[in-house]
C-alpha cells in the first residue's frame, strides 16, 4: 500500500499571504496525484489532478507541482473562503486508492 | 447540476447489516465508475470500493473485503452498498463519488462527491 504523508498537520497563514502543503508518496506515484479541500461540514471538493491541472472552477491561486514521491499545493494568496482541510489521494498503486492524513489551514 | 445523493445510514448493532444507497443525476451514469469513500468522525478520508460502468469489475479496500459488497443499477441510476458483518470501526460518514472515467483502472480521481450518509455501528 502507498502511504501519503502530508505536512505539516496544521498550517497558520495570514490572508493574503501564501501557503504551501506538502505531500510525501512512500513510493513514486508519477504525476498520478490528486488534492482536495474540505471545509467543515462539506463535502471534498476536487481541486487538482494529475499533480498540477486545475479542476473545472477552481480560482488560478491553486496550483499543484512535483512528481514521483513529493508533491506541493500552493495557495498564492490566501481568501478567508480557503481555509480548509486539505487532503492528497494517490491513483498509480492501486488498490487501495490511499489519501493524505490532511492538513488543516487555519488563519493566523 | 450533477447531483449524489446517498441515502440508507442510521444506527446498526455489531454485526448485524446496512445497505446503503446513492441516486445519481444530472450526468449520464454508465459513463462513469462509481466508488464509495468514508471518513470516521473527525478523520481522514479512506477508499472504500469501487465499481465499473457495466459492473463487470469491482475493487475493495482489505478493510472491508469479504464483508462488503458494492454494486449499481444503470437502469436507476443508481449506486449500492451492502454492509454485512458491520463492526464499530465502520462507523463513519460515507460518501458516493464519480470517478473521472467508465472504467476501473487507470488514472481515478474523485469528482463530484455527495453529502454523504452516516453509519453508526454501536450496541
Known amino acids: 500500500e502507498t502511504v501519503m504523508t502530508q505536512s505539516p498537520a496544521t498550517l497558520s497563514v495570514s490572508p493574503g499571504e501564501r501557503a504551501t502543503l506538502s505531500c510525501r508518496a512512500s513510493?513514486?506515484?508519477?504525476?498520478?496525484l490528486a488534492w482536495y479541500q474540505q471545509k467543515p461540514g462539506q463535502a471534498p471538493r476536487l481541486l487538482i489532478y494529475?499533480?498540477?491541472t486545475r479542476a473545472t472552477g477552481i480560482p488560478a491561486r491553486f496550483s499543484g507541482s512535483g512528481s514521483g514521491t513529493e508533491f506541493t499545493l500552493t495557495i498564492s494568496s490566501l481568501q478567508s473562503e480557503d481555509f480548509a482541510v486539505y487532503y492528497c489521494?494517490?491513483?498509480?498503486?492501486?488498490?487501495?486508492?490511499?489519501f493524505g492524513q490532511g492538513t488543516r489551514l487555519e488563519i493566523k | 447540476e450533477v447531483q449524489l445523493v446517498e441515502s440508507g445510514g442510521g444506527l446498526v448493532q455489531p454485526g448485524r447489516s446496512l445497505r446503503l444507497s446513492c441516486a445519481a443525476s444530472?450526468?449520464?451514469?454508465?459513463?462513469?465508475?462509481m466508488h464509495w469513500v468514508r471518513q470516521a468522525p473527525g478523520k481522514g478520508l479512506e477508499w472504500v470500493s469501487g465499481i465499473g460502468w457495466n459492473s463487470a469489475t469491482t475493487g475493495y479496500a482489505d478493510s472491508v473485503k469479504g464483508r462488503f459488497t458494492i454494486s449499481r443499477d444503470n437502469a436507476e441510476n443508481s449506486l449500492h452498498l451492502q454492509m454485512n458483518s458491520l463492526r464499530a470501526e465502520d462507523t463513519a460518514l460515507y460518501y458516493c463519488?464519480?470517478?473521472?472515467?467508465?472504467?476501473?483502472?487507470?488514472?481515478?480521481?474523485?469528482?463530484?462527491w455527495g453529502q454523504g450518509t452516516l453509519v453508526t455501528v454501536s450496541s
Open positions: 513510493q513514486s506515484v508519477r504525476s498520478n
Open positions: 494529475g499533480a498540477s
Open positions: 489521494q494517490q491513483y498509480n498503486n492501486w488498490p487501495p486508492i490511499t
Open positions: 463519488v464519480r470517478s473521472n472515467h467508465a472504467h476501473l483502472s487507470g488514472t481515478i480521481w474523485f469528482d463530484p
Open positions: 444530472g450526468f449520464t451514469f454508465d459513463d462513469f465508475a
